[in-house]
Nanobody, 119 residues
Framework: QVQPVESGGGLVQAGGSLRLSCAAS??????????MGWYRQAPGKQRELVAT???????NYADSVKGRFTISRDNDKNTVYLQMNSLKPEDTAVYYC???????????WGQGTQVTVSS
């Protein structure tokens, strides 16, 4: 089973930026055709979908992050990114990536990467 590896989190002040990365240990032929998603889970809350990106770069965002976050991918590196700008304290969460499907995430969850935004 695939287990993504997320990185890039940290502590940042409100208004700051972070760039998250997620590497997936699948063949390049598979990675380049799948939809990838970033998810997050804040303390005491359910995990939620933040953004998705299709194989051809089509993107979708949760309303709470539209205009501030940008998801992208590098199919040659089997990696998906999440550029987060204008961060708010309510963005504080553990961020995960996974293969997206309409039935829910496909792979095992990775360790995630902690993002903490101070006010």
């Amino acid at each position: 089973q695939v287990q993504p590896v997320e990185s890039g989190g940290g502590l940042v002040q409100a208004g700051g930026s972070l760039r998250l990365s997620c590497a997936a240990s699948v063949s390049g032929n598979i990675f380049r055709i799948i939809v990838m998603g970033w998810y997050r889970q804040a303390p005491g809350k359910q995990r939620e979908l933040v953004a998705t990106i299709t194989s051809v770069g089509g993107t979708n965002y949760a309303d709470s992050v539209k205009g501030r976050f940008t998801i992208s991918r590098d199919n040659d590196k089997n990696t998906v990114y999440l550029q987060m700008n204008s961060l708010k304290p309510e963005d504080t969460a553990v961020y995960y990536c996974n293969r997206y499907s309409v039935n829910g995430p496909v792979w095992n969850w990775g360790q995630g990467t902690q993002v903490t935004v101070s006010s």
